[in-house]
């Protein structure tokens, strides 16, 4: 197991190993000089409003410190849930995030602004500059880069709890399998037009996010077609985030086992049992998890919009990459990417993680082929 049990002791929820090998922590000593100093002065001004609210209390708020949590995609329920739960002071934070700040993005993506968009900073970097101001205390670590069945593991290796800021079904179920192999709490949300929903699933105790959706069928709504409010995602990741305070703080026994679906704008909100678990599935009745035996897609579209990530083997030096595209490309750089608008119309962002951001199509083979063009991978 991880070190998820019910008692919460922090000396045993928290191994010292864990997604930090993977990621570079910020705020280190810091948070370790807070967790000194917070044993000698038990309520820190802080958290004084949170530690009043009975279910939390000191003991509760020491809990919170302990805690590491891992959020997956910092769009906008992502960066709403890392929001709070700095504020809360949860001692650590992971948080993963493929793309870029665009101006599109700050109609609901609360830690991101016009500056991070002029400076196409991904979303990671952009929401870790923020919450470092928010509360310098705790431990930040982003991570620029993709969820796959290759680093899934390592990435929720030491975290007592998962939250989805996930924009497709296939990142949502394999972080459910791999939550369900470990034995880590999913708090699923998603948020559309001014539709959302949210769910805890706990190994052990509920059903996966895999026995309540099956194979879903494409529905052809996506943010990019119908839309999305802020409010929604708000919401949403509200909804989340307080189950994770639960969870964190020791209340186990009032973390919801329902789901919530709502539409802001009807202002309904329905609460439903979440069905058992399945005996057909695979991660449930067998411990299979199908998800992590799959092969990442080599090319993806990215949640209905005009743009497809394609994965090529190996990493880039962007400084070589800058004077190889330079006759074919208008390049602009920054420390954390490379863009190339080429002659055609697209543009091409290269990662060093060896990621290719193909803007100005969502047809992965058009973007397949603009890569093994330019890019020979
Ligand atoms: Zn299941």
């Known amino acids: 197991m991880n070190g998820m049990n019910e008692s919460g002791s922090p000396g045993e929820t928290m191994p010292e190993s864990g997604p930090g090998a993977a990621m570079p922590a910020r705020g280190t000593d810091a948070a370790e000089s807070a967790r000194e100093s917070s044993e000698a002065a038990p309520e820190p001004e802080r958290y004084s409003r949170q530690v009043r609210f009975a279910p939390i209390g000191r003991a509760g708020q020491e809990k919170l410190g302990n805690s590491r949590v891992l959020i997956v995609g910092m769009g906008a329920l992502g960066s709403a849930i890392a929001q709070h739960l700095a504020r809360v002071g949860v001692g650590r934070i992971a ?54 069945p290759r680093n899934a593991e ?39 037009a001014s539709r959302g929903m949210s769910a805890v699933f706990v190994p052990g105790r509920t059903c996966c996010l895999r026995c309540l959706i099956g194979r879903p069928e494409a529905t052809g709504e996506s943010c990019e077609t119908v839309g999305v409010l802020g409010m929604t995602a708000d919401v949403t990741a509200s909804l989340q985030a307080v189950e994770a305070l639960k969870w964190l703080s020791g209340n186990r026994d009032a973390v919801q086992g329902t789901m919530i679906t709502f539409d802001l704008w009807d202002r309904r909100f329905r609460e439903l049992p979440l069905p058992p678990p399945d005996p057909a599935c695979p991660v449930c009745s067998r411990r299979r998890f199908p998800a992590l035996e799959e092969d990442a897609e080599d090319a993806v579209v990215l949640c209905g919009r005009n743009m497809v990530q394609v994965r090529t083997e190996g990493t880039f030096d962007l400084d070589v990459w800058a004077e190889r595209l330079a006759p074919f490309a208008r390049i602009e750089r920054n420390a954390f990417l490379l863009r190339a ?11 060093p993680d060896g990621r290719v951001l193909v803007r100005g199509t969502g047809d992965p083979g058009r973007a397949r082929s603009l890569v093994a063009r330019y890019i020979g991978a």
């Open 95 to 148: 948080f993963v995030d493929r793309d870029v700040v665009e101006l599109s993005n700050l109609q609901r993506q609360q830690l991101c602004d016009e500056e991070d968009a002029r400076q196409m900073l991904p979303k990671a970097e952009a929401a870790a500059r923020k919450l470092a101001r928010i509360n310098s205390e705790i431990e930040l670590a982003p991570l620029v880069g993709d969820v796959t």
């Open 154 to 192: 390592a990435l929720l290796a030491g975290v007592d709890l998962v939250l989805d800021g996930t924009d497709n079904i296939a990142t949502r179920l394999l972080i459910s399998d791999v939550c369900f192999k470990r034995g880590v709490p999913f708090v699923y949300g998603g948020a559309i």
């Open 341 to 351: 608008s080429l002659a055609e119309g697209e543009t091409l962002v290269l990662f």
